[in-house]
Protein backbone atom coordinates (compact mmCIF):
# COMPACT_ATOMS: atom_id res chain seq x y z
CA UNK A 1 0.00 0.00 0.00
CA UNK A 2 0.87 3.36 -0.79
CA UNK A 3 0.78 6.37 1.47
CA UNK A 4 -0.17 10.31 0.89
CA UNK A 5 -0.78 13.18 2.77
CA UNK A 6 -3.91 16.05 2.35
CA UNK A 7 -2.55 19.47 2.43
CA UNK A 8 -3.83 21.88 4.17
CA UNK A 9 -5.33 24.54 1.15
CA UNK A 10 -6.09 27.16 4.15
CA UNK A 11 -2.75 27.96 4.55
CA UNK A 12 -1.00 30.75 2.36
CA UNK A 13 -0.23 29.42 -1.49
CA UNK A 14 3.45 29.52 -0.60
CA UNK A 15 2.85 27.28 2.87
CA UNK A 16 1.13 25.03 0.70
CA UNK A 17 3.93 24.43 -1.72
CA UNK A 18 6.15 23.88 1.10
CA UNK A 19 3.82 21.01 2.77
CA UNK A 20 4.29 19.99 -1.15
CA UNK A 21 8.07 19.50 -0.36
CA UNK A 22 7.96 18.66 3.05
CA UNK A 23 5.67 15.48 2.12
CA UNK A 24 8.06 14.55 -0.56
CA UNK A 25 11.10 14.80 1.56
CA UNK A 26 9.30 12.79 4.33
CA UNK A 27 9.51 10.04 1.62
CA UNK A 28 5.55 9.56 1.34
CA UNK A 29 4.35 8.46 -2.44
CA UNK A 30 1.56 11.26 -3.13
CA UNK A 31 0.32 14.43 -1.71
CA UNK A 32 -3.63 15.39 -2.02
CA UNK A 33 -5.18 18.13 -2.55
CA UNK A 34 -8.46 18.81 -1.70
CA UNK A 35 -11.00 20.68 -4.10
CA UNK A 36 -13.23 22.99 -1.85
CA UNK A 37 -15.53 25.81 -2.70
CA UNK A 38 -13.78 29.14 -1.74
CA UNK A 39 -10.31 27.84 -1.46
CA UNK A 40 -7.70 27.10 -4.37
CA UNK A 41 -7.98 25.33 -7.15
CA UNK A 42 -6.87 22.19 -7.05
CA UNK A 43 -5.46 21.23 -10.06
CA UNK A 44 -3.94 25.09 -10.53
CA UNK A 45 -2.04 23.94 -6.96
CA UNK A 46 -1.04 20.66 -7.93
CA UNK A 47 0.76 22.15 -11.22
CA UNK A 48 2.28 25.11 -9.42
CA UNK A 49 4.12 22.79 -6.36
CA UNK A 50 4.63 19.79 -8.69
CA UNK A 51 6.93 22.22 -10.71
CA UNK A 52 8.71 22.66 -8.21
CA UNK A 53 8.96 19.72 -6.26
CA UNK A 54 9.93 16.94 -8.26
CA UNK A 55 9.08 12.93 -8.01
CA UNK A 56 5.85 12.68 -5.39
CA UNK A 57 2.67 12.43 -7.43
CA UNK A 58 0.18 14.35 -7.27
CA UNK A 59 -3.73 14.09 -6.67
CA UNK A 60 -6.51 16.22 -6.51
CA UNK A 61 -9.49 14.62 -4.36
CA UNK A 62 -11.48 15.25 -6.30
CA UNK A 63 -12.23 18.09 -8.52
CA UNK A 64 -16.49 18.56 -9.17
CA UNK A 65 -17.34 16.92 -12.81
CA UNK A 66 -20.33 19.26 -13.22
CA UNK A 67 -18.88 22.80 -12.90
CA UNK A 68 -16.17 21.71 -15.49
CA UNK A 69 -17.23 20.76 -19.20
CA UNK A 70 -14.93 17.79 -20.13
CA UNK A 71 -13.35 19.18 -22.65
CA UNK A 72 -12.24 22.16 -20.29
CA UNK A 73 -11.13 19.47 -17.63
CA UNK A 74 -9.37 17.30 -20.02
CA UNK A 75 -6.82 20.41 -21.50
CA UNK A 76 -6.36 21.77 -17.41
CA UNK A 77 -5.59 18.02 -16.52
CA UNK A 78 -2.81 17.57 -19.67
CA UNK A 79 -1.77 20.87 -18.27
CA UNK A 80 -0.76 19.94 -14.67
CA UNK A 81 0.27 16.70 -16.20
CA UNK A 82 2.99 18.91 -18.35
CA UNK A 83 3.85 20.91 -15.43
CA UNK A 84 4.64 17.72 -13.14
CA UNK A 85 6.71 15.58 -15.64
CA UNK A 86 3.37 12.55 -15.34
CA UNK A 87 2.98 13.10 -12.08
CA UNK A 88 -0.39 14.04 -11.90
CA UNK A 89 -3.60 11.38 -10.76
CA UNK A 90 -7.05 13.43 -11.73
CA UNK A 91 -9.20 12.26 -9.00
CA UNK A 92 -12.87 13.42 -10.05
CA UNK A 93 -16.13 13.21 -8.59
CA UNK A 94 -19.82 14.22 -9.59
CA UNK A 95 -20.44 15.89 -5.49
CA UNK A 96 -23.30 15.94 -3.66
CA UNK A 97 -26.90 16.66 -4.53
CA UNK A 98 -27.23 19.37 -2.53
CA UNK A 99 -23.87 21.15 -3.88
CA UNK A 100 -24.74 20.43 -7.46
CA UNK A 101 -28.35 21.78 -7.43
CA UNK A 102 -28.40 24.53 -4.34
CA UNK A 103 -24.86 26.02 -5.13
CA UNK A 104 -23.95 25.00 -8.66
CA UNK A 105 -27.83 25.28 -9.48
CA UNK A 106 -27.42 22.62 -12.01
CA UNK A 107 -29.72 19.25 -12.73
CA UNK A 108 -28.26 16.17 -10.32
CA UNK A 109 -30.30 13.94 -12.53
CA UNK A 110 -29.17 10.26 -13.42
CA UNK A 111 -25.83 10.80 -11.58
CA UNK A 112 -24.45 7.06 -12.42
CA UNK A 113 -24.90 7.75 -16.41
CA UNK A 114 -23.66 11.27 -16.19
CA UNK A 115 -20.44 10.38 -14.77
CA UNK A 116 -19.96 7.41 -17.18
CA UNK A 117 -20.63 9.79 -19.98
CA UNK A 118 -18.26 12.52 -18.61
CA UNK A 119 -15.45 10.23 -17.96
CA UNK A 120 -15.76 8.06 -21.59
CA UNK A 121 -15.36 11.92 -22.84
CA UNK A 122 -12.78 12.90 -20.89
CA UNK A 123 -10.50 10.02 -21.07
CA UNK A 124 -10.67 10.04 -24.83
CA UNK A 125 -9.80 13.53 -24.83
CA UNK A 126 -6.85 13.08 -22.71
CA UNK A 127 -5.56 10.83 -25.17
CA UNK A 128 -5.63 13.48 -27.79
CA UNK A 129 -8.40 12.01 -29.61
CA UNK A 130 -10.36 13.25 -32.15
CA UNK A 131 -13.93 13.16 -30.12
CA UNK A 132 -17.35 12.52 -31.89
CA UNK A 133 -19.76 11.66 -28.50
CA UNK A 134 -23.16 11.58 -29.13
CA UNK A 135 -24.83 10.55 -25.72
CA UNK A 136 -27.79 11.34 -23.54
CA UNK A 137 -26.41 13.93 -21.49
CA UNK A 138 -23.16 14.76 -23.59
CA UNK A 139 -22.83 15.94 -27.28
CA UNK A 140 -19.42 16.35 -28.28
CA UNK A 141 -17.38 16.99 -31.36
CA UNK A 142 -13.88 18.30 -31.40
CA UNK A 143 -12.30 19.49 -35.11
CA UNK A 144 -9.17 18.22 -33.81
CA UNK A 145 -7.30 16.47 -31.14
CA UNK A 146 -6.21 18.33 -28.08
CA UNK A 147 -2.50 19.86 -29.01
CA UNK A 148 -1.14 19.33 -25.46
CA UNK A 149 1.73 17.31 -25.35
CA UNK A 150 1.87 15.39 -22.31
CA UNK A 151 0.57 11.71 -20.80
CA UNK A 152 -3.05 11.18 -20.03
CA UNK A 153 -3.25 11.52 -16.41
CA UNK A 154 -4.76 8.24 -14.47
CA UNK A 155 -8.43 8.98 -13.52
CA UNK A 156 -9.96 7.83 -9.87
CA UNK A 157 -13.36 8.38 -9.70
CA UNK A 158 -14.99 8.84 -6.42
CA UNK A 159 -17.72 6.07 -5.65
CA UNK A 160 -19.41 4.79 -2.77
CA UNK A 161 -22.84 3.52 -4.12
CA UNK A 162 -22.99 0.27 -5.93
CA UNK A 163 -23.54 1.72 -9.57
CA UNK A 164 -20.91 4.67 -8.88
CA UNK A 165 -18.19 1.60 -8.18
CA UNK A 166 -19.79 -0.22 -11.44
CA UNK A 167 -19.34 3.29 -13.39
CA UNK A 168 -15.29 3.56 -11.52
CA UNK A 169 -14.15 0.10 -12.67
CA UNK A 170 -15.60 0.00 -16.07
CA UNK A 171 -14.25 3.39 -17.14
CA UNK A 172 -11.87 4.84 -15.25
CA UNK A 173 -8.44 3.85 -13.07
CA UNK A 174 -10.12 2.74 -9.98
CA UNK A 175 -12.20 4.88 -7.62
CA UNK A 176 -11.50 7.38 -3.93
CA UNK A 177 -13.17 7.19 -0.71
CA UNK A 178 -13.44 9.25 1.97
CA UNK A 179 -15.50 8.53 5.62
CA UNK A 180 -15.06 4.62 4.35
CA UNK A 181 -13.91 2.33 7.06
CA UNK A 182 -11.91 -0.62 6.59
CA UNK A 183 -14.31 -3.31 6.76
CA UNK A 184 -16.76 -1.66 4.14
CA UNK A 185 -13.88 -1.49 2.00
CA UNK A 186 -13.37 -4.92 2.15
CA UNK A 187 -16.69 -5.84 2.06
CA UNK A 188 -18.03 -3.24 -0.73
CA UNK A 189 -15.89 -1.30 -2.11
CA UNK A 190 -13.27 -3.24 -3.64
CA UNK A 191 -15.00 -6.24 -4.83
CA UNK A 192 -17.42 -4.38 -6.75
CA UNK A 193 -15.02 -1.42 -8.23
CA UNK A 194 -12.74 -5.17 -9.26
CA UNK A 195 -15.68 -6.53 -10.57
CA UNK A 196 -16.58 -4.03 -13.08
CA UNK A 197 -13.01 -3.45 -14.06
CA UNK A 198 -12.84 -7.41 -14.76
CA UNK A 199 -15.92 -7.30 -16.55
CA UNK A 200 -15.05 -4.46 -18.40
CA UNK A 201 -11.17 -6.15 -19.28
CA UNK A 202 -9.50 -3.63 -17.75
CA UNK A 203 -6.70 -3.81 -14.93
CA UNK A 204 -6.96 -4.10 -11.11
CA UNK A 205 -8.35 -0.44 -10.25
CA UNK A 206 -6.69 1.57 -7.35
CA UNK A 207 -8.44 1.70 -4.74
CA UNK A 208 -7.69 5.30 -2.59
CA UNK A 209 -9.18 5.75 0.46
CA UNK A 210 -8.61 8.66 2.53
CA UNK A 211 -9.43 8.77 6.41
CA UNK A 212 -8.72 11.15 9.32
CA UNK A 213 -5.39 9.96 11.76
CA UNK A 214 -4.24 11.04 14.50
CA UNK A 215 -1.35 9.87 16.76
CA UNK A 216 -1.97 10.66 19.97
CA UNK A 217 -1.84 10.17 24.12
CA UNK A 218 -5.28 11.85 24.70
CA UNK A 219 -7.57 9.41 22.52
CA UNK A 220 -11.10 10.74 24.34
CA UNK A 221 -10.24 14.40 23.91
CA UNK A 222 -8.94 13.71 20.26
CA UNK A 223 -12.29 11.67 19.16
CA UNK A 224 -14.42 14.40 20.90
CA UNK A 225 -12.59 16.64 18.23
CA UNK A 226 -12.86 14.17 15.35
CA UNK A 227 -17.08 14.44 16.08
CA UNK A 228 -16.94 17.89 15.54
CA UNK A 229 -14.57 18.76 13.15
CA UNK A 230 -16.29 15.43 10.68
CA UNK A 231 -19.82 15.68 12.12
CA UNK A 232 -21.42 17.29 8.73
CA UNK A 233 -20.70 14.11 6.83
CA UNK A 234 -23.15 11.96 9.30
CA UNK A 235 -25.76 14.27 7.56
CA UNK A 236 -24.71 14.07 3.94
CA UNK A 237 -26.46 10.30 2.68
CA UNK A 238 -23.87 8.80 0.54
CA UNK A 239 -21.12 9.32 3.65
CA UNK A 240 -24.27 7.79 6.58
CA UNK A 241 -24.52 5.11 4.17
CA UNK A 242 -20.94 3.58 4.39
CA UNK A 243 -20.99 4.78 7.98
CA UNK A 244 -24.31 2.70 8.42
CA UNK A 245 -22.37 -0.29 6.39
CA UNK A 246 -19.44 -0.08 9.07
CA UNK A 247 -21.45 -0.26 12.07
CA UNK A 248 -20.04 3.31 12.91
CA UNK A 249 -22.47 5.54 14.61
CA UNK A 250 -20.40 8.53 13.73
CA UNK A 251 -17.77 9.66 11.28
CA UNK A 252 -14.99 9.90 14.07
CA UNK A 253 -15.49 6.02 14.21
CA UNK A 254 -13.80 5.55 11.41
CA UNK A 255 -11.18 7.77 12.53
CA UNK A 256 -7.78 6.55 13.22
CA UNK A 257 -6.94 8.03 16.44
CA UNK A 258 -4.71 6.78 19.03
CA UNK A 259 -0.93 6.09 20.04
CA UNK A 260 1.28 4.43 17.47
CA UNK A 261 0.94 0.82 17.78
CA UNK A 262 -3.65 1.50 18.03
CA UNK A 263 -3.00 3.66 14.99
CA UNK A 264 -0.55 0.60 12.93
CA UNK A 265 -3.21 -1.63 13.91
CA UNK A 266 -5.70 0.76 12.10
CA UNK A 267 -3.82 1.53 8.92
CA UNK A 268 -3.67 -2.11 8.64
CA UNK A 269 -6.63 -3.29 8.68
CA UNK A 270 -7.12 -0.43 5.87
CA UNK A 271 -4.54 -2.36 3.96
CA UNK A 272 -5.86 -5.63 4.88
CA UNK A 273 -8.90 -4.57 3.46
CA UNK A 274 -7.45 -3.74 -0.23
CA UNK A 275 -6.58 -0.46 -0.13
CA UNK A 276 -4.06 -0.02 -2.59
CA UNK A 277 -3.22 3.95 -1.51
CA UNK A 278 -4.05 6.01 2.10
CA UNK A 279 -3.79 9.48 2.12
CA UNK A 280 -4.25 10.83 5.62
CA UNK A 281 -5.90 13.73 6.39
CA UNK A 282 -3.88 15.10 9.46
CA UNK A 283 -5.81 16.36 12.56
CA UNK A 284 -5.58 17.01 16.69
CA UNK A 285 -2.69 19.25 17.85
CA UNK A 286 0.67 20.39 16.19
CA UNK A 287 2.20 18.05 18.28
CA UNK A 288 0.17 14.87 16.87
CA UNK A 289 0.24 15.82 13.90
CA UNK A 290 4.11 15.78 13.99
CA UNK A 291 4.03 12.50 15.73
CA UNK A 292 0.94 11.35 13.09
CA UNK A 293 3.41 12.48 9.85
CA UNK A 294 6.42 10.92 11.76
CA UNK A 295 4.67 7.48 11.86
CA UNK A 296 3.11 6.97 8.53
CA UNK A 297 6.74 8.63 6.77
CA UNK A 298 8.42 5.63 8.29
CA UNK A 299 5.75 3.44 7.07
CA UNK A 300 6.14 4.62 3.56
CA UNK A 301 10.09 4.26 3.99
CA UNK A 302 9.46 0.55 5.16
CA UNK A 303 10.77 -1.97 3.10
CA UNK A 304 7.50 -3.94 1.67
Request: glycine share 8%; net charge negative; hydrophobic share 45%.
Amino acid sequence: MRYGMMLDVSAPLPDVVRQVREIADGGFDLALCTQVTGYYDAPTVLALAGYQVPGIELVTGVVPAKPHHPIALATQALTVSAATDGRFTLGLGLSHKFVVEGVFGLSYDRPASYMREYVEVLVSLMNREQVKYEGDHFQVATRVPLDVVASAPPVLMAALGSRMLGVAGAVADGTVTWMTGPATVADHIVPTVTAAAAAAGRPAPRVHVILPICVTADRDTTYAEATSAFGIYDMMPSYRAMLDREGAGTPADVAIIGDEEAVLRGIRRVEDAGATELTVVPFGSAADRRRTFELVAAQTRAPA
